[in-house]
């Protein structure tokens, strides 16, 4: 493979589609926490329910799409030599300042309502540095940001392949920090997904002249994985625990790739894309008010509470979006986004 330029290969990144992938990525996550991780959370629904095995299915994929679609999007616009406080401070005001907006206020309402999030608010400041509910994905995120964006500056953009190898090697070992400061072992689960974007785009031009041959290994693999997890669920009534194996890893990486190499553009689920973010950071706020909802008028029917659940997670966090993003001032803080979206759903 030849090593990238600088220059991104116009017939991969205009043909990817990223709002597409990343609004299936959304509802994967908010459709998971609405499900439960099945320690009491969302509706808590167990084995061998359609639901649970839907989400538990997905965990090798949820995430790690999440992170490839960074990659990708990083590489886009990867940090240039000489401007890594540039790229730093965009990504502290994109991500870091909402970030903790959104811990208080999820970290406030657990106290209120009294879930099984609720922390003394006397330790605000540790919830702000090391994993808390879904809100891990964000310091492990901004990790891989701020040391990969400098070594790969330091490295003017080469090598890529050699550190998606590396992380692959680093991901399979199981080695883990002994801290937990801003997720970092996240991050490490993470990084193989996310340098697999990066991958795919600096060379998307091979790719792109390998894609039959490509996915005929990509589905192999795939299958493969799936049916290795289905196995497990046979022996042991429930699907893999173990998010560092070949299973996970290949899984996750295979399919994530197929879905960049032929996923077709969806433009009504593309609406949800330039809410994205917003919804990560809040969807909370309508799962757990519409399962309140159903508890208070008694409607026990599983499959109805998802789907208030999954509309509320959605919903809720659009409204939010596009109340602060009327607000001067208030939608950088809020969302990261200066510019108002035109046309509700619509493309910015």
């Known amino acids: 493979m030849v090593a990238y330029a600088g220059a991104v290969p116009e017939a991969v990144s205009t043909r990817v589609p990223v709002e597409t992938m990343r609004s299936m ?3 994967l996550l908010v459709s998971y926490h609405v499900i439960g991780a099945g320690d009491g959370g969302g509706l808590d629904i167990a084995y061998p329910h359609m639901l649970r095995l839907y989400a538990d299915f997905f965990i090798d994929l949820r995430m790690p799409f999440f992170a490839f679609i960074a990659g990708y999007v990083y590489a886009l616009r990867p940090v240039a030599v000489g401007h890594y406080s540039d790229f730093l401070g965009n990504k502290l005001r994109r991500l870091l300042i909402p970030g903790i907006l959104a811990i208080t206020a999820f970290a406030i309402v657990a106290n209120v309502v009294g879930t099984r999030f609720a922390q003394p ?3 605000l400041w540790y919830l702000l540095v090391t ?5 891990w994905f964000l310091q492990s995120a901004l990790v891989i940001f701020v040391v990969f964006g400098l070594i790969d500056m330091v490295l003017s953009h080469r090598f ?3 550190l998606l190898v590396a992380s692959g090697a680093l991901y399979l070992s199981g080695f883990r920090f002994e801290t937990s400061v801003m997720s ?3 991050a490490l689960y993470l990084l193989p997904f996310f340098l697999t974007g990066v991958v795919f785009l600096r060379h998307g031009t091979e790719i792109a002249e390998e894609a039959e041959k490509l996915t005929l290994v990509l589905l192999v693999l795939a299958v493969a994985c799936a049916f290795q997890n289905i196995r497990v669920l046979y ?3 429930v699907f893999s625990m173990d998010r560092h194996d070949v299973q996970s890893l290949g899984f996750g990486v295979s399919v994530c790739l197929l879905a960049a190499l032929w996923c077709p553009r969806l433009p009504l689920l593309e609406r949800l894309s330039p809410y994205a973010f917003t919804i990560y950071l809040y969807h909370i706020f309508g799962t757990v008010p519409a399962r309140l909802f159903c508890d208070a008028l008694d409607i026990g029917q599983t499959n109805l509470q998802f789907v208030l659940g999954l509309a509320g997670g959605l919903l809720i966090p659009v409204l939010i979006h596009e109340t602060v993003q009327r607000m001067p001032g208030l939608s950088a803080v809020v969302t990261g ?3 108002r979206l035109r046309g509700g ?4």
């Open 121 to 123: 608010l006397s330790d």
């Open 345 to 348: 759903l619509g493309v910015p």
């Open 235 to 237: 022996e042991t009534g």
């Open 160 to 162: 890529t392949v050699v």
């Open 184 to 186: 970092v072992n996240g």
């Open 337 to 339: 986004r200066q510019r």
């Open 25 to 27: 990525a959304v509802v």
């Open 131 to 135: 994993p808390y509910a879904h809100f």
